[in-house]
Structures are given as structure tokens and as C-alpha cells.
């Protein structure tokens, strides 16, 4: 069965800090990965995705995610947080070649601190 | 274009009653998903339709809950007898197909009295 962690229920930064939010992951097979934001009383947004290709993938307001098929796990990343990226951040997985649906995490809470 | 829509944004009723919640797709998208998330806290998948093909309805927590897709396109999500513990927002999302990414709509918020 497919099954997404997010170890964190809350990640505290320092603004110009680097932030990492971790996911790992369980699929049969290759995954597909997702990262979601969801702003303070707003809807949730797509940041990136890994599908096949380059294990680093960059995303919206200079996020990215690293890939690692070892590990399975494709952690959240950017070098210098922002007091306006404090946020929700969902990982999402699914199977390649699988006609299953879509498996979220319980989300991570980051709070960038000024 | 026009995004993922949902209808109503705010419902408000009592303990009992039967509510429908509405959710209009981005055109040609063939999946679409409802989830439920309490208080900002994490997404509860309830159920998710892709194409012709039966629906999930793995995630549906009673047999209060029901949904039906039209037509491939919009989509009700059914709450009979509704009770305080269904007080919550409900989130529609489409994709493309079920490998592309979801496209959220901001929601219903339902409040139970």
C-alpha cells in the first residue's frame, strides 16, 4: 500500500536560514511526488512535482525538492526562508503506472521567525 | 481560465439535516478528488472519481456520505443527517489525469450547529 510521512508536525526557521520539510514515502514501484502549500486562509497550492528525470526539481517561490530513490524520501527545501513562507506544506505521493488515487501527508507547519 | 469552483463557501445548518455540496472541475479534467480538513490540520481524502471508472470511495467515513459525478464534470458531495463532528471545510480538487497535478477549489466551509 502507498503511504506518505511527514516526520514533522512543525518546523521552526530563522529568516535567511535555510529550511528543509521532510517527507518520505512507500509505493510499489516509482513514485510520483508532489509538494502542496496552503497559505494562511487561502486554498492550497501546487509548489513542484518529481516525476522522472533530474532528482533535484525546483518549484514555485524558489522551492525545490531533491529526489532519493535510496532513502524514498524527497524533502522540501530553500536556501534563504522568508517570514512569507510560513505556511502548511502537504507531500503528496503516488505510484507510476498505477490507477491509484493520490496519498497526502498530515502536513508540516513551518514558522519562519523575523 | 477559470479554476476549480465550489459551492456554497460558507454552509451553516443544524444537526440533522442533509446539505449538498457542489463542485465545478476545470474543464477536461478527468479526475477529481473531495477531501475534508478540520481546522487547518491535515487533508482527509473521502473519495475520488477518475473518468468512467468506478469511484473511490475508500475514504467516505459513514454511509451518511455520498457523492456522484455528472457527466464526467461537476460533482455533488451528499451529507445526510448531518451531525457536529461533520463541521469542517470540504475541498474539491481536479487533475488532468491522476498523475498530473491537483488544482484545489477554496472550499465549503460547513458548520454544524
Not at chain 1, 508536525?9 to 535567511?16: I, K, L, P, S
Not at chain 1, 535510496?70 to 510560513?86: N, R, W
Not at chain 2, 451553516?12 to 475534508?36: F, M, N, Q
Not at chain 2, 489525469?97 to 472550499?107: C, S
Request: aromatic share 12%; net charge positive; charged share 20%.
Amino acid at each position: 500500500a502507498q503511504s506518505v510521512a511527514q516526520p514533522e508536525d512543525q518546523v521552526n526557521v530563522a529568516e535567511g536560514n535555510p529550511l528543509t520539510v521532510k517527507c518520505t514515502y512507500s509505493v510499489s514501484g516509482n513514485p510520483y511526488l508532489f509538494w502542496y502549500v496552503q497559505y494562511p486562509n487561502r486554498g492550497l497550492q501546487f509548489l513542484l512535482k518529481y516525476i522522472t528525470g533530474d532528482n533535484l526539481v525546483k518549484g514555485s517561490y524558489g522551492f525545490e525538492a531533491e529526489f532519493n530513490k535510496s532513502q524514498t524520501s524527497f524533502h522540501l527545501k530553500k536556501p534563504s526562508a522568508l517570514v512569507s513562507d510560513s505556511a502548511l506544506y502537504f507531500c503528496a505521493v503516488r505510484a507510476l503506472n498505477r490507477d491509484d488515487k493520490i496519498i497526502f501527508g498530515k502536513g508540516t507547519r513551518l514558522h519562519i521567525l523575523p | 481560465g477559470a479554476g476549480v469552483s465550489q459551492s456554497p463557501s460558507n454552509k451553516v445548518t443544524e444537526k440533522g439535516k442533509d446539505v449538498e455540496l457542489r463542485c465545478d472541475p476545470i474543464s477536461g479534467h478527468t479526475a477529481l478528488y473531495w477531501y475534508r480538513q478540520s481546522l487547518g490540520q491535515g487533508l482527509e481524502f473521502l473519495i475520488y472519481f477518475q473518468g468512467n471508472s468506478a469511484p473511490d470511495k475508500s475514504g467516505l467515513p459513514s454511509d451518511r456520505f455520498s457523492a456522484e459525478r455528472t457527466g464526467g464534470s461537476v460533482s455533488t458531495l451528499t451529507i445526510q443527517r448531518t451531525q457536529q463532528e461533520d463541521s469542517a471545510v470540504y475541498l474539491c480538487a481536479s487533475s488532468r489525469t491522476v498523475t498530473n497535478e491537483q488544482f484545489f477549489g477554496p472550499g465549503t466551509r460547513l458548520t454544524v450547529l
